[in-house]
């Protein structure tokens, strides 16, 4: 990037790393806790969603994904 130092240049590629990983433990967490729910509800997707406090269409999509 032009007119950027080195060190800024570097801490952009940092904050990128740390995106990816935070966004890798999130979907992780995620998908901890779905499987949980429905370990919970006995696999009631309704319910599982409404714990989860999601609509049943976002759990079948994680699910599905």
């Given at each position: 990037?032009?007119?950027?130092?080195?060190?800024q240049?570097?801490?952009l590629?940092?904050?990128?790393i740390?995106?990816?990983?935070?966004?890798?433990a999130l979907?992780?967490?995620?998908?901890?806790?779905?499987?949980k729910?429905l370990?919970k509800?006995?696999?009631n997707i309704?319910?599982?969603?409404?714990?989860?406090r999601?609509?049943?269409?976002?759990?079948?999509?994680?699910?599905?994904g």
């Open positions: 990037i032009q007119g950027s130092s080195p060190n240049l570097s801490n590629g940092e904050v990128s740390e995106s990816e990983f935070e966004a890798g979907k992780q967490l995620s998908k901890i806790a779905i499987q729910t370990e509800t006995n696999g309704s319910l599982a969603a409404k714990l989860l999601i609509s049943r269409n976002t759990l079948y999509r994680y699910l599905k």
